[in-house]
């Protein structure tokens, strides 16, 4: 017994550098964890309102480019409204239009140049926000919430390479896949899309609806390089995103009301 | 609590805030980052023992992490720094050893000594902490070239640092 407490006593500085190790790395896999929530992260109030500060600053400084984007999608929508306007006088679903309702907020922290990028919003629980709401913003969609505090929440980034959105190509592809690579902040690739379709560099890719988070027809970006090879069974594509994550700064959280309903339907599904 | 204990805590707050408000910010071509805490831990006096120095390394990481939401990375890494510091000091100590309660700082040792010490123990640190972010070795190259292009970012910013302001702080 002696000699263990000696052992341990000789080799205390690697068994505690093991120690803090595995506590450092068990953070670092629960983290990556969609489902776990852990107290210390930008969620929390004390370090979301230091970052809020640093956030104004920033934001004063990027007014006039904000300006801009906002106006810029001001006309888009309003040029959608006009379409919309047209499609209401036809008998057709109008649930879909009430099924989402929007919560504003404002982005606080934001990164872009990681793996698993996350972003911060000053819209928490006081707000309506829950976890696995769909957040979009600058006309295109930005992630999926992953954190909700009291005040501030986390957002997981459309830049992240664990996240695949389901997508369509309008007007030609019903269904496929798009994924960031880690890469560029500018650009994903676009999956599974088979060789018989007819892509074209500058089709719309939008969020296809097959989900619960994202509404259908948000806008992901356009297609900028198509490559095919000659055996390959998939296009291997890159979209151009259309949001410029660097300059993001107000994003809408999408409330799906449905959800609820939706979920106890796939739970149910699962079961049998 | 002397004057020393009270200047590295106060450095401390210093170094971290600046990380998290405004190097975090700052990226090189989307590959080059400048981790400056990492200064922070290169500058403890030499006699510090391991233990206390990993949990330094420890709390100073995880409160990087926390703001950037990367919660664990930054610890892993700096805690690996904070141990192999010692074998690292053994393996460069100058002829006689060194003066007691000496910092490792370019006014004290030289800039050459110090520029060898830092880029080591640097590259390890970004080493480790893109590996761990990435969570594997696929995407290898593009991880090495940020590991390289972040090293020299760091150890530039860390040496200026030392230069405008440690100098007047304490020249020991």
């Not at chain 1, 263990?4 to 506590?23: H, S, T």
């Not at chain 1, 300006?67 to 008998?91: H, I, T």
């Not at chain 1, 769909?134 to 996240?163: A, E, M, N, P, Q």
């Not at chain 2, 401390?12 to 090189?28: D, E, G, I, R, T």
């Amino acid at each position: 017994m002696r000699s263990f407490f000696l052992f341990l006593y000789k080799y205390r500085a690697f068994l505690v550098f093991i120690l803090l190790e595995f506590f450092a790395l068990f953070l670092v896999v629960q983290n990556s964890n969609y489902n776990r929530a852990t107290f210390f992260n930008s969620s929390n109030t004390v370090v979301g309102s230091i970052l809020e500060v640093s956030s104004n600053v920033r934001d004063f400084i990027n007014l006039a480019s904000t300006n801009k984007q906002l106006s810029e999608e001001n006309a888009r929508l309003r040029e959608k409204l006009n379409v919309l306007n047209d499609e209401l006088k036809k008998p057709g679903d109008v649930d879909t239009l009430s099924r989402f309702s929007f919560i504003n907020a404002h982005i606080v922290n934001n990164s872009i140049f990681l793996l698993n990028n996350a972003i911060t919003i000053n819209a928490g629980k006081e707000n309506g926000v829950m976890p696995e709401m769909g957040v979009i913003g600058g006309g295109g969609i930005v992630g999926k919430v992953k954190r909700v505090g009291k005040k501030y929440s986390t957002v997981v980034s459309f830049l992240d390479v664990d996240v695949k959105v389901s997508a369509q190509v309008r007007g030609k592809i019903n269904l496929c896949t798009v994924q960031w690579d880690g890469k560029s902040h500018q650009f994903a690739k676009v999956l599974y899309v088979p060789r018989h379709y007819n892509l074209a560099i500058g089709d719309t890719v939008v969020t296809s609806g097959y989900n619960a988070i994202y509404p259908e027809g948000i806008t992901i970006g356009t297609i900028s390089k198509i490559n095919l090879p000659q055996d390959a069974t998939f296009y291997d594509a890159e979209v151009k995103l259309i949001n410029d994550f660097t300059s993001l700064s107000e994003v809408e959280v999408i409330v799906n009301k449905d959800l609820p309903q939706l979920d106890s339907l796939t739970l149910t599904e699962k079961n049998e | 609590m002397n004057r020393d204990t009270l200047i590295k805590i106060i450095t401390f707050f210093s170094y971290v805030l600046f990380q998290v408000l405004l190097f975090n910010k700052m990226v090189l071509w989307g590959k080059g980052f400048a981790f400056i805490y990492v200064g922070y831990l290169l500058t403890f006096p030499i006699e510090l023992g391991v233990i206390p120095a990993m949990l330094i390394g420890f709390a100073t990481g995880i409160s990087v992490d926390i703001f950037s939401n990367t919660l664990g990375v930054h610890a892993s890494a700096s805690v690996l720094l904070m141990y192999v510091r010692p074998y690292l000091l053994n393996l460069l100590t100058p002829h006689g050893g060194y003066p007691l309660g000496l910092s490792p700082r370019p006014s004290t040792l030289g800039f050459s000594w110090f520029s060898t010490y830092a880029i080591i123990l640097i590259f390890i640190h970004h080493f480790v902490l893109f590996f761990v972010e990435a969570g594997g070795f696929h995407l290898f190259f593009f991880t090495i070239q940020k590991v390289v292009l972040s090293t020299l970012f760091t150890f530039s910013v860390v040496i200026l640092i030392q230069y405008l302001f440690a100098r007047k702080i304490d020249t020991r």
